[in-house]
């Protein structure tokens, strides 16, 4: 069965790390052409991407946030972790973790169940 | 980065044809991809490549791509289509995927 599931804390203080895991099954990242995604979704707002890690490990970031964002995967424990530092109320939302397929123009075909992510100030 | 407009809401009656836009200048050159994102669920998606259907996505479900818009065609609409629904596309020079700021299906 392939699967994505994020976990993390649910709260997190003003200006503290957050760190995110996904641990996903049924496929390898180490797959040519396997991607995988961290969107989120503010409250009652739209989607947004924020980064994406890839088989060969080239790691590519939303310039919006580039300066407090991580992406790092663990090929052998199937998980991608993500770091967003100092965080802000702004960033309050549900987080998900998403695969992009391989000789695919850029669709998501499996999201996890996300993780909702409070920023208290 | 680019900018992929919706409209905010549209509303059917049941039975009737919804009709999402996507618009962009020049859309029509590149691939469009539809997600249905109910409350409190994550997005699944329905079209890629602007017409394709994953399985187990109704036929009701079609796409279409052309010039300055894309399309999402629900026809014969029901009460559980209700759903939030957001186009995407893939931002070459950036090399990221970019989402438009959904369109709310609302089904009378």
């Known amino acids: 069965q392939v699967t994505l599931k994020e976990s993390g804390p649910a709260l997190v203080k003003h200006k503290q790390t957050l760190t995110l895991t996904c641990s996903f099954s049924g496929f390898s990242l180490s797959t040519s052409g396997m991607r995988l995604a961290w969107i989120r979704q503010p409250p009652g707002k739209a989607l947004e991407w924020l980064a994406r890690i890839d088989w060969d490990d080239e790691k590519v970031y939303n310039t919006s946030v580039r300066t407090r964002l991580t992406i790092s995967k663990d090929t052998s424990k199937n998980q991608v972790v993500l770091t967003l530092t100092n965080m802000d109320p702004v960033d309050t939302g549900t987080y998900y973790c998403?695969?992009?397929?391989?000789?695919?123009?850029?669709?998501?075909?499996?999201w996890g169940r996300g993780i909702l992510v409070t920023v208290s100030s | 980065s680019f900018v992929l407009t919706q409209p905010p809401s549209v509303s059917v009656a049941p039975g009737e044809t919804a009709i999402i836009p996507c618009g962009r200048d020049?859309?029509?050159?590149?691939?469009v991809h539809w997600y249905q994102q109910k409350p409190g669920q994550a997005p699944v998606l329905v079209i890629y490549?602007?017409?394709d259907r994953p399985s187990g996505i109704p036929e009701r479900f079609s796409g279409s791509n052309s010039g300055n818009t894309a399309t999402l065609t629900i026809s014969r609409v029901e009460a559980g289509d209700a759903a939030d629904y957001y186009c995407q596309v893939w931002d070459n020079d950036d090399d990221h995927p970019v989402f438009g700021g959904g369109t709310k299906l609302t089904v009378l």
């Open positions: 490549y602007n017409f």
């Open positions: 020049s859309i029509g050159a590149t691939s």
């Open positions: 998403a695969r992009i397929p391989p000789d695919s123009s850029g669709w998501v075909d499996l």
